[in-house]
């Protein structure tokens, strides 16, 4: 299938370790800086902070100026409710037996 005439197409595959967090949700966002909330960075996109490039570029022949951005994949931080209505599912799951 073709890309529209103004359009673009990025892809992205990752090979995800298999020692993540069971149910951590995994998240792409914009930023050379992981937020606090991100346990683990699987992927960074960002040049050499001393030289401010950016990690991730383009032109195109209509605008060959060079735009871009920084981005990161990441881990996020399970929620403690999660984590604890699990526990208490397993609690009740290993009563009943």
């Not at 050379?32 to 991100?38: E, K, L, R, S, V």
């Not at 992927?43 to 951005?69: E, H, K, N, Y």
């Amino acid at each position: 299938m073709a890309p529209p005439v103004d359009g673009y197409v990025f892809r992205a595959s990752i090979n995800l370790p298999g020692d993540l967090p069971p149910g951590a949700p995994i998240v792409l966002r914009p930023g050379a800086t992981p937020a606090p909330d991100i346990v683990r960075v699987l992927m960074l996109s960002r040049c050499d902070p001393l030289t401010l490039d950016l990690g991730t570029v383009c032109a195109t022949f209509d605008v060959p100026q060079v735009t871009g951005l920084n981005w990161h994949v990441g881990v996020l931080i399970p929620e403690p409710a999660t984590l604890s209505l699990v526990a208490l599912g397993a609690f009740a799951a290993a009563r009943r037996r």
